[in-house]
């Protein structure tokens, strides 16, 4: 009965995006087997694939896994198994999830690929903690586990604009990395690699920034629910050629889809901005919710996230530090606000909803004041709602549900 229900419309590429990301789990798995020549990197979702995919490791993303056991709804049984060995309830669910799974030796990659048993066992581990310190933590935690090296960058955060110093000190941190990188792959450093894997990357943001701002017309042709799907390519295979080339077939359906004026929320009436995580385990309802109430949330923080305007292969070290430190997530208030205003008129918002995420206050910009101060400068109407990533516990689905009901009424007032 819930299959019928999606109310928004199917998107053709998904076929594509699935085999997409079946080849690549099982070409980690046959890695980790020794089926397949290569070495595993983990690397957090905003950390340094470039560089990593330069000395031609594979990449896994502990975060995208975490999602897969948000969205599997799975993490509610793997975060108190964290939990009881001293990873706290309070910290990202993504985090407590995915150690919670690894301890029980489980993964949702073993029901969905015959074969696939485990997540692929890291040579090197690398993150960077521009998004929070909780990946720090978390990579440390594996770096125990399976006795290999933890390599990281720690850049600044909480600033307005970025400063050539912050650049200069990202840069040293980067370079820093190399020298482990060599080691643990066995290749030396190579800078047209390193080169090849900024351009490839910056491909890919340009082509994946196209298509989520396809969503500014209107009717949208796609979703934010739609966006949390086909971001899987732009997180875990950017620095390579096939998101590139997903994301152009991608592209030509929602171009498409814009000539023949189709709407992916039939009779489109509201244009909603989600600020924060998704809920993963409730993207399917909450679309269908917005569908119905013909509400279309067209824009997003997360999603836009994987763009990273910034690279530029012909300065690759100082072109990535500005990248990944310039990133929103990072930023002083006053920096977001005029990001999120931009959004709002490009996309052409009724109304922004914060989503108060409980274990990410490094994902939540509802807690100082923003959505007052967004509501007086832009005159439209904001909905915070507290819930989490991952963690349903922190979710009520009738207190949420009731409060979308009654923003959208608020919307529709001022139609
Ligand atoms: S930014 Fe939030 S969701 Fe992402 S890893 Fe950090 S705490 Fe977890």
């Known amino acids: 009965m819930s299959e019928k229900k999606l109310l928004r419309k199917p ?15 099982y070409r980690m798995d046959r890695i980790a087997k020794g089926e397949q020549e290569g070495k595993i990197a983990w690397c957090t979702s905003v950390g340094p694939a470039e560089l990593l995919a330069s000395f031609g490791f594979t990449i896994h993303y502990p975060e995208n896994h975490g999602a897969m056991l948000g969205s599997t709804r799975l993490a509610q049984e793997y975060i108190p198994v964290a939990n009881a060995i001293g990873y706290s309830p309070e910290i990202c669910s993504y985090l ?34 521009n998004q929070c310190r909780d990946v720090r933590e978390w990579l440390e935690f594996y770096g125990r586990e399976f006795g290999v090296p933890v390599v990281g960058i720690n850049p600044p955060r909480g600033f307005g604009e970025v ?5 200069d000190d990202v840069v040293r941190q980067i370079k820093d990395l190399i020298p482990t990188l060599e080691e643990v792959s066995g290749q030396k450093f190579d800078i047209d690699k390193f080169r090849e894997s900024i351009r490839l990357s910056r491909e890919c943001s340009d082509v994946w920034g196209h298509v989520l701002n396809l969503a500014q017309k209107v009717p949208a042709p796609w979703t934010f629910f739609d966006g949390c799907i086909h971001m899987g390519p732009a997180v875990c295979l950017r620095a390579t050629q096939e998101p590139i080339d997903y994301y152009n077939v991608l592209k030509a359906e929602l171009e498409q889809r814009v000539a023949d004026g189709v709407a992916a929320v039939e009779g489109e009436r509201f244009r909603i901005f989600w600020e924060g995580m998704p ?5 399917r309802a909450m679309s269908e919710q917005f569908s119905e109430l013909k509400a279309n949330v067209v824009a997003s923080t997360y999603c836009s996230s994987w763009i990273f305007s910034a690279l530029d292969e012909r300065q690759p070290f100082e072109s990535m530090a500005q990248a990944y430190t310039e990133i929103f997530i990072c930023r002083n208030e006053p920096t977001k606000e005029a990001y999120l205003e931009n959004l709002v008129r490009e996309f052409q918002i009724d109304g922004i909803l914060f989503h108060d995420t409980k274990t990410c206050p490094n994902n939540s910009n509802a807690r100082y004041g923003m959505p007052q101060r967004l509501e007086q400068k832009l005159g439209i109407p904001t909905l915070t709602i507290t819930a989490d990533l991952n963690d349903l516990r922190m979710y009520s689905e009738e207190t949420t549900r009731t409060n979308i009901e009654a923003f959208v009424e608020q919307l529709e007032e001022r139609k």
Do not use: C
């Not at 400063?163 to 650049?167: E, N």
């Open 11 to 25: 998107i053709e590429a998904t076929k594509q995006l699935n085999s997409l990301m079946r080849e690549y789990f």
């Open 96 to 129: 407590t999830s995915d150690v919670g799974s690894y301890l029980k030796g489980e993964t949702p990659l073993a029901k969905a690929y015959e074969g696939i048993r485990s997540v692929p066992r890291p040579d090197v581990l690398a993150y960077n903690t």
């Open 163 to 167: 400063m050539p110093q912050h650049i």
């Open 279 to 283: 809920v993963w385990g409730k993207l």
